[in-house]
């Protein structure tokens, strides 16, 4: 077939994450079985506006707020490409519209709804309040207006059980899991107890929550680390300085930057515990590259979190908000050295069940399954 994924980020960009990883993964193991794929995203400062990697061929234009979208239409009515077979439409809070101009079949991808997540942005006020309202309202909205008769590919129950609530038929829901990329990370765990957070440095993944909590553990055991693995603005990097600065942590802290594939496994491999605070996710794909290597993590049961971590058995999770939780729970499984443990091999042996190679076979048949049906 010839596909077109859509998508508001794509390879180069800056806050290329978790669901572009997973985009990845999956058009890569469709152009190796024989398919022709298009990716169309926004246009990345200093990258090319159309090139071909891995097979794939890469098409940026526009801003990825919004821009895109608009580009995304205009590219597809009056641009030079193969006629699709397959409209792949990527959700990331605003989706790219396709039942309104693409006749083609058509899947639509999505992580997780944005729900709360539309009032955390970085707009100055009143436009803060403006998009986040604008979002919130209009997303369920989107759904049931547009999407009721479209398949929809997701990540995990939590995202599938949102959109049945939004009018989703749930016979037109596929959960495939992400897969991992893992690292042989033989390394022993620091002989101080240290908390790593790993992701995005933003305040929907919760890092502030991480500051606050670790600041309460050190009143208890001055002698812990937290380590920060992931990428910031500078802006919002000088406020969590600030933050630091203000909680009496700095001394145990360390921020260490974007980090490589094999430096991010190593920090894992030692760190004690990983402490994820999001708000909401689609899967957590860091919280199965912890248990890689063996580290349990610390959560708050929102979705996402909630499926890719067993709650009491690979990690444990906390109540929405609760950080006197997290500190506590961090406190109580390293302490613990039998739960530590047990916790530990069994976050190991879960994270087994799940690679890419698993995930993008699924996600094969699934394509190659709409090929031959009439819902589109």
């Not at 390879?11 to 990716?39: C, D, L, M």
């Not at 547009?146 to 929809?152: A, E, L, V």
Request: charged residues 20%.
């Amino acid at each position: 077939m010839n596909i077109l994924m859509l998508s508001w980020r794509g390879p180069g960009h800056p806050n290329y994450g978790g669901a572009e990883i997973s985009t990845y993964h999956h058009i890569r193991a469709w152009v190796k079985a024989g398919h022709q794929v298009y990716w169309f995203t926004s246009s990345v400062l200093h990258s090319p506006s159309e090139e071909t990697i891995d097979g794939v061929h890469i098409i940026r234009r526009g801003f990825q707020i919004l821009q895109v979208q608009f580009a995304a239409v205009i590219w597809y009515f009056f641009s030079p490409h193969p006629k699709f077979d397959l409209v792949v439409d990527q959700f990331h809070g605003i989706p790219f519209f396709t039942p309104l101009f693409v006749r083609s079949k058509k899947l639509a991808f999505i992580h997780e709804v944005a729900k709360e997540v539309w009032w955390i942005n970085h707009l100055r006020f009143p436009a803060n309040y403006i998009f986040g309202t604008a979002g919130f309202i209009s997303e369920p909205l989107i759904f049931r207006l547009f999407y009721r008769h479209i398949p929809f590919f997701t990540v995990s129950q939590s995202t599938k059980q949102d959109l049945i609530k939004w009018s989703i038929p749930a016979s037109n829901i596929y959960i495939i899991p992400n897969g991992t990329t893992t690292l042989p990370a033989k390394f022993a765990k620091e002989k101080t107890p240290t908390v790593i957070f790993l992701g995005a440095v933003a305040h929907d993944k919760g890092i502030e929550d991480t500051l606050f909590a670790f600041s309460y553990i050190i009143k208890l055991h001055p002698q812990w680390r937290l380590w920060i693995v992931g990428k910031s603005e500078p802006t919002y990097q000088a406020k969590l300085d600030e933050l630091g600065l203000h909680l009496g942590i700095n001394s145990r802290l360390k921020f260490w930057g974007f980090v490589n594939q094999r430096k991010k496994f190593e920090l894992l491999a030692k760190a004690h515990v990983m402490l994820n605070p999001s708000i909401r996710e689609g899967w957590g794909l860091v919280n199965i590259e912890a248990n890689s290597v063996g580290t349990p993590v610390v959560a708050y049961d929102v979705p996402g979190c909630r499926d890719s971590i067993q709650n009491g058995t690979t990690g444990l999770l906390c109540p929405k908000g609760d950080i006197s939780c997290l500190a506590k729970t961090c406190v109580r499984l390293v302490s613990d050295n039998k739960l530590y443990e047990k916790t530990s091999a069994q976050a190991k042996k879960w994270s087994l069940q799940f690679s890419w190679a698993k995930s993008a076979s699924l996600s094969l048949k699934l394509i190659e399954t709409l090929r031959t049906t009439s819902l589109h």
